[in-house]
């Protein structure tokens, strides 16, 4: 029955992963697949994370149905960390639990798809190749704008305006809040403001991802972006994720809210959204879940999670200052923020740089800064400044 059926390319990073690992050379560097790694190279289970979790197989008695929306008394605490302690002023709310983020992202464009099948969807390039994949999957036509200048290696906030200028009342607009994938560069908070205006004039629906909070400027500052959309936009999405943050990933643990400043509207919105979810994965998984709701609910765990989180945040910005400093050509490192950024080398180079030197990205030029440490660094910065000058 499948003989219709059309290839699919593979994931670019998912597929560095075994590349990486059947290489032999000692002095490999591996800045593909973008998670979290400490100065040995491993993506630990942070300590609050191992606290919460042995505290869960403890208490937990059942392990029964919780019901389509998740765990909702993890939802009001991530609530609380998201949109601030006053919440969102304004709107209503509508949350549910996904399987990480890209669950979140998916139920959010089935709904959008759904509520109105003509809406497209807007995505800055370059941007997580994952986003065309999962809003093409559900129909909606996806159109782009160039929101980085390679030249400048910052955002170009301009042309993200100019394009934006075509896009038709009732299109969504996807934005990342903060740690941008693939380049690191974010908005000015006036710039964020700005946005926040022309998309609330041209009644444009922002879809905000946040999937990295905490880990470019700390918790409150990652999503002031986010928060000054929301003071404008009578109706938004988010989508959360805690892969990062938490140290979760394969636990898959995030959450789709809808906020909308009229209460029955939403009540629409919930509705569907909770009817897609159960006609997609019924119920979301509740281990990784469950751990982050003991971490938020417990003032001693909470504490350790901030201190984790910051050791992490600490580590890429100390790898960040380290090459902005020594090098000129690697300054725009230093304002950009986050596990990513893209260098501006073509994909020729990145092979060169792989079977010569055993450096590993994908050939977009993405660089995940966790890859290197103190013993790393120093030649990392000496094989690649050559190619960024030339
Ligand atoms: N959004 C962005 C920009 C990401 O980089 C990721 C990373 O994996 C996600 C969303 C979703 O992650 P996950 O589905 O693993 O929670
Ligand atoms: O961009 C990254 O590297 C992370 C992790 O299919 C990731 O967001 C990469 C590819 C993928 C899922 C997650």
């Not at 909702?72 to 609380?80: F, T």
């Not at 979760?248 to 509207?265: F, I, K, T």
């Not at 950024?341 to 993405?366: C, N, Q």
Request: hydrophobic content about 40%.
């Amino acid at each position: 029955p499948f003989s219709s059926l059309q290839p699919q390319p593979a994931d670019a990073l998912l597929a560095l992963i075994a590349m990486y690992a059947a290489d032999t050379r000692p002095d490999k560097i591996d800045l593909g697949i973008g998670v979290y790694r400490d100065e040995a190279g491993n993506t630990p289970v942070p300590p609050s994370v191992k606290a919460a979790e042995r505290l869960l197989l403890e208490s937990q008695d059942s392990k029964s149905y919780l019901g389509t929306e998740g765990d909702m008394r993890l939802l009001d605490l991530l609530a609380q960390l998201v949109f601030g302690p006053a919440a969102t002023p304004g709107h209503h709310l509508a949350a549910v639990q996904t399987p990480g983020g890209t669950g979140a992202l998916r139920l959010g464009a089935a709904l959008l798809a759904r509520a109105n099948p003509s809406a497209q969807i807007w995505l800055g390039t370059p941007g997580w190749p994952n986003h065309a994949l999962i809003f093409g999957n559900t129909g909606m036509p996806v159109r782009t704008w160039r929101y980085y200048d390679p030249q400048s290696m910052r955002a170009d906030f301009e042309g993200t305006l100019e394009a934006l200028n075509q896009a038709q009342p009732g299109d969504a607009v996807l934005l990342q809040a903060c740690c941008h994938n693939p380049t690191g560069t974010s908005l000015t908070l006036r710039q964020w403001d700005e946005l926040a205006s022309f998309l609330a004039e041209r009644r444009l629906i922002p879809f905000v991802d946040l999937a990295y909070q905490g880990l470019g400027d700390g918790l409150e500052k990652d999503a002031e972006g986010l928060r000054s959309i929301l003071a404008e936009s009578p109706s938004a999405l988010v989508a959360y994720s805690c892969s990062k943050n938490f140290g979760l990933y394969r636990e898959r643990v995030g959450v789709l809210w809808v906020l909308h400043n009229d209460a029955h509207e939403l009540d629409l919105a919930r509705g569907n959204m909770v009817s897609l979810a159960r006609a997609t994965w019924s119920m979301p998984p509740d281990h990784g879940a469950a751990t982050v709701r003991i971490i938020l609910e417990t003032e001693a765990l909470k504490a350790q999670w901030v201190q984790d989180l910051e050791e992490m945040r600490a580590r890429l910005s100390w790898v960040r200052s380290e090459l902005a400093t020594a090098h000129p050509e690697f300054a725009p490192l230093g304002d950009q923020r986050g596990m990513f950024s893209t260098l501006p080398i073509s994909p020729a180079t990145v092979r060169e740089l792989r079977e010569k030197h055993g450096i590993f990205m994908p050939e977009s030029g993405r660089i995940n800064l966790a890859g290197l440490n103190r013993h790393s660094i120093d030649r990392f910065a000496a094989i690649m400044l050559p190619y960024i000058r030339s």
